[in-house]
């Protein structure tokens, strides 16, 4: 087997150090593990190991295949050990000054022709290499926990590094079965610059009181199919881990406000409620079991009042249907009657703006989200404007509940929770191709495999509607007056165009 890298080192036998060298042994190299810690290596090698005697148990390798693994990887004591690598992976502790003294003792060791790279996830690459002698020789190869499962590398070009190296390091990470992504040295790269859309978003809508965590929760994965709702997966990563990277990546953008922390989480932090492994954060667990509260029940009225949908909803040949299967009575006049319930369908407005530009009663006015086709929902969510009266909040509640499909009422806010989840995600992945951070098309596999969102951005705003994004964030930006929601060129042009955003570049 002939493999890109035929012998590596990996420097740092901590969790990523572990993963590096095991996928890097089982594409056929040879590999020293080395770390500072006396035993550290050796712990690390017998980790691996005891990972492949499990895949042998399981079925998923032959004996002689792990023999083969297990003379191909060895400990060592020291760098000096590393005099023959043809690469060399770093992924010790997150330290610019100890990667640096790290490399630059590196350089004194290892061949002229080798290739060094740093697994950093948050620091410049670029800097890293400032005091090497030969920074064109250096990358950034940043893979994810847990390394064999998280099956995608960023390949970080600094400002110095010599092209045709981040091609040999795409090649070789392809041969340890994982895909490669190419990206600039910018903030966060490429996954963590585009995941910053959701959570932080999602902390946003809660810190306006327009919805509870639980709720945010479900409208997000029962409405536009994440797998996890934005505060489980911050419990599931911890707060401590996840708050510094968001002010982190804020202050790298010179407080770009797109990326604002919340004080949501900062409070958290502080509080020690950092997620699950603290028993406490956006939920409690117990032994390990996540607590949900129940949702209350949606009220059932034996009478609804006759509805009548604004001209100007959102996919309203869709609502019109869906309120007629569900049993309502529809009024067709131009205006609604005295005591119709009023169904407006706002894109980034909130309900009250549209009621009170349209001149409806707001009284009797309530919104839905239609950005989703309902079929393709598992939820359906409302919003009244402040003035609603309970009676006919409560008849639009029983209506849409009528077929028992979920519903959620949440306070009236531009753009409900999914548009404004979506949009963010959507528009920061349209300026991330605006930027030339990454191809689109790296953009959407990174995403993917290292976020795990059921499509890549760009994807998931061709499926909802360029137009439809740039509508929603154009009219945010006019509720709230906030640069936050401003919509990347990339996405103005596409959108204003009805061009699809995958991989088109201009
Ligand atoms: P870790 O704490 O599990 O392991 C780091 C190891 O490096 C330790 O064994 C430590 O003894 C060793 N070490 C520290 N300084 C050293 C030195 N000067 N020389 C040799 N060994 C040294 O850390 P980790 O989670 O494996 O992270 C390592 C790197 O990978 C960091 O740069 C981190 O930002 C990055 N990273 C981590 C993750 C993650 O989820 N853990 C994901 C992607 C990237």
């Known amino acids: 087997m002939t493999v ?64 083969a693994l297990v003379t191909r990887l060895h400990a060592v004591d020291s760098i000096q050990a590393l005099a023959d690598c043809d690469l060399v992976v770093e992924a010790v502790v997150e ?14 060791v290892v061949p002229a022709s080798a290739v060094l790279a740093t697994n950093t996830s948050s620091l410049s690459v670029t800097a890293i290499a400032a005091g090497l002698a030969r920074p064109e020789r250096f990358a950034g190869y940043h893979f994810f926990n847990p390394v064999p499962l998280m099956k995608v590398v960023e390949v970080v070009a600094g400002f110095k590094t010599d092209r045709a190296l981040c091609d040999r390091l795409a090649a070789y990470a392809r041969e340890m079965g994982h895909s490669a992504v190419h990206t600039q040295d910018t903030p966060g790269f490429i996954v963590n ?35 996890l709702g934005p505060f489980e997966l911050y419990d599931l990563t911890a707060l401590d881990v996840s708050h510094p990277v968001m002010e982190s990546i804020y202050h790298q953008y010179y407080e770009e406000s797109r990326f604002r922390p919340s004080v949501i989480t900062a409070q958290r932090l502080a509080a020690g409620a950092l997620g699950r492994k603290t028993g406490e954060g956006f939920y409690r667990y117990v032994d390990g079991a ?34 007629h299967n569900l049993g309502a009575q529809i009024e067709s006049g131009a205006s609604p009657s005295s005591n119709a319930l009023i169904l407006v369908a706002p894109l980034g407005f909130d309900v ?97 495999l290292g976020l795990g969102y059921p499509q890549g951005p760009l994807a998931m705003g061709d499926l909802y509607g ?35 955003l995958a991989h088109q570049e201009d």
């Open 4 to 67: 890109t890298f035929s012998k590596i080192a990996v420097v740092g036998a901590g969790a990523m150090g572990r993963g590096i060298a095991q996928i890097a042994a089982q594409a056929g190299s040879e590999v020293l593990l080395v770390d500072n810690q006396p035993g550290a290596a050796q712990r690390g090698l017998e980790a691996i190991t005891a990972q492949w005697t499990k895949l042998q148990e399981k079925g998923k390798l032959d004996a002689a295949t792990q023999a």
């Open 95 to 108: 330290n610019l000054e100890i990667k640096r003294a790290l490399f630059r003792d590196l350089e004194s």
């Open 193 to 227: 610059h585009a995941g910053r859309g959701y959570g932080t978003e999602a902390l946003r809508i809660a810190s306006e009181g327009v919805a509870d965590f639980v709720t945010i929760d479900r409208i997000l994965r029962d409405q536009a199919g994440f797998r």
């Open 290 to 323: 996540q607590q949900v509260p129940t949702e209350p029940p949606a009220p059932v009225l034996e009478k609804l009042p006759p509805v009548w949908v604004s001209p100007r909803a959102a996919r309203r040949p869709e609502l019109l249907r869906l309120v």
């Open 352 to 448: 009250t703006t549209v009621a009170a530009v349209d001149r409806l009663d707001a009284t009797r006015t309530v919104g839905i989200d239609m950005l989703v086709d309902d079929a393709a929902t598992k939820r359906r969510v409302l919003a009244g404007t402040p003035a609603t009266r309970r009676d006919m909040r409560e008849a639009a509640h029983a209506l849409f509940a009528r077929d028992g499909k979920a519903v959620s009422v949440i306070r009236d806010s531009g753009g409900f929770v999914t548009q404004r989840v979506v949009a963010t995600i959507v528009n920061i992945a349209s300026d991330m191709c605006q930027q030339q951070v990454c191809s689109p098309a790296d953009l959407e596999t990174a995403v993917r």
């Open 466 to 500: 360029p137009t439809n994004m740039l509508e929603v964030l154009f009219n945010m930006q006019t509720v709230y007056g906030d640069p936050r929601y401003r919509p990347s060129p990339w996405l103005r042009r596409r959108g204003a165009l009805g061009l699809s």
